[in-house]
């Protein structure tokens, strides 16, 4: 293996995986270098709709052909309060639609043409360490089958998650972070069996938040909100659905088709912040440096925006000679991160119970509902924010 790169690559998730195709096809060389097995990484469930934005850095990453052929595009979504399903029309109020294809296909499909153009990735790369990354020497170095190896490289780009090496990484005075915890889950189950609805519906209740999702016309994704000291295991299939329909609209209680999950997952939820998104040659995207909780679907979008950001400012620095990108990076992704943090946190609060909220804060939900359900300009803001604010 060559022991010098342009950019290594911590993490084979959907950024490290975007990032590489995107410079590879600037001609810029990479290696991913990730911790877990490819299996591991490809049998992670996670998100499920994306913006225009993200589709088209798919496209341009040459992994858009299994998307456009099987991806199906929505053009609103549902909200269920009371029982009753109000629609929100992103098409009729923004021009724009959304694509549901799960997160799952998108890294499979990147690492398709990331094996086909022979681009190098090390799964199972151990005790990941960057040494150096305020000089301009950055190298890297992991363990991979007992044997400690090194790469010496330009830049180093930290995709490794929330709990990855590379946030870890910078130095504790120079980082900033901003945090919320909230007290609740998301318990989710993936069913082969048709979806409940054409659309997703988002479903507001007493006892507690719902979600109707899908990954196709023959597979779909629910969720209930959940306690976080509570188990998977003490979670039946049975009880799943049970709990669910109780949550639902009649007509949506009696259409759900049911049956042996294929996974089932707890998964908290947490907004959380790091600033700066850079230091020296080290830079930080998606999960590494921002986590907003499921609610609004941003997860994998505000990945995709970092690595937009971050792959036109490493193509400038090998073309133009121009580090006015990678100045910019950590502040041009920051101004949209937290717009897509605010978003996040407010359909949270917006359709959750919140265990320790008191009469005033229910009535003030159920008006911010009632209001959404009643006014243009509200349902205009949120399928704005819903299928994407601009790059
Ligand atoms: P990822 O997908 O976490 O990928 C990071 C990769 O880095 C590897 N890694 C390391 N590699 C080498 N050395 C180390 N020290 C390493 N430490 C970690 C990891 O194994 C992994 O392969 O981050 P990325 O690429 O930034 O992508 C972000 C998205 O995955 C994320 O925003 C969304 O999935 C968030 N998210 C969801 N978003 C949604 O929009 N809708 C959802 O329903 C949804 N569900 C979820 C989620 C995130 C979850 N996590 C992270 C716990 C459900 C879960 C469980
Ligand atoms: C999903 O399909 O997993 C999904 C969809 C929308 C969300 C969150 C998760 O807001």
């Known amino acids: 293996m060559s022991k010098r790169t342009q950019v290594v690559i911590i993490g084979s998730g ?28 490809l049998g992670r469930i996670r998100a499920g709709v994306l913006e225009q934005g993200a589709v088209a850095l798919i496209e341009e990453a040459g992994a858009g052909e299994r998307m456009r052929r099987e991806g199906l595009p929505h053009d609103g979504t549902e909200i269920c309060f009371g029982g009753v399903r109000h629609r929100i029309d992103f098409k009729g109020l923004t021009g724009k639609t959304v694509m549901v294809y799960g997160q799952t296909e998108v890294t ?101 938040f719902a979600l109707c999702s899908m990954r196709s016309h023959t597979r779909s994704r629910y969720y209930v909100q959940c306690n976080l000291d509570e188990k998977v ?43 700066p998104m850079r230091h020296g040659r080290l830079f930080l995207a998606g999960d590494a440096a921002h986590i907003v909780p499921p609610t609004g679907a941003k997860g994998l979008n505000l990945a995709a925006s970092d690595v937009a950001y971050l792959s036109q400012a490493l193509i400038e620095h090998y073309r133009n000679r121009s580090d006015a990108g990678l100045d910019a990076y950590s502040q041009r992704a920051l101004a949209r991160i937290w717009k897509a943090e605010r978003f996040s946190w407010w359909m949270t609060q917006l359709l959750h119970n919140f265990p320790d909220s008191s009469g005033f804060d229910r009535k003030i939900q159920t008006a911010e509902l009632e209001y959404l359900f009643s006014s243009k300009a509200a349902q205009t803001a949120l399928a704005e924010n819903y299928v994407g604010l601009p790059y």
């Open 233 to 275: 295991e003490e979670w039946s299939d049975d009880r799943f659905w049970d709990e669910l329909k109780s949550r639902l609209d009649t007509r949506a209680a009696a259409e759900l088709q049911t049956g042996a999950s294929i996974e089932k997952s707890i998964a908290p939820l947490r907004s959380f912040v790091a600033e």
């Open 108 to 208: 499979h499909d990147l690492m398709d043409v990331r094996e086909a153009c022979g681009a190098p990735t090390v799964y199972e790369a151990e005790d990941v360490a960057i040494h150096d990354i305020a000089t301009d020497n950055p190298r890297v170095t992991w363990t991979k089958d007992g044997r400690r190896e090194e790469i010496a490289c330009d830049f180093v780009a930290g995709c490794d998650g929330f709990h990855g090496v590379s946030r870890r990484t910078m130095p504790a005075d120079i980082l900033r972070t901003f945090e919320r915890v909230y007290p609740f889950g998301w318990l989710g189950v993936l069913v082969d069996k048709p979806p409940v609805s054409e659309e997703l519906i988002y479903v507001s209740h007493e006892r507690g």
């Open 14 to 41: 959907p950024s490290g995986l975007l990032l590489g195709q995107l410079l590879h096809k600037a001609g810029i060389d990479t290696i991913i270098l990730e911790q877990k097995s490819k299996d591991y990484v």
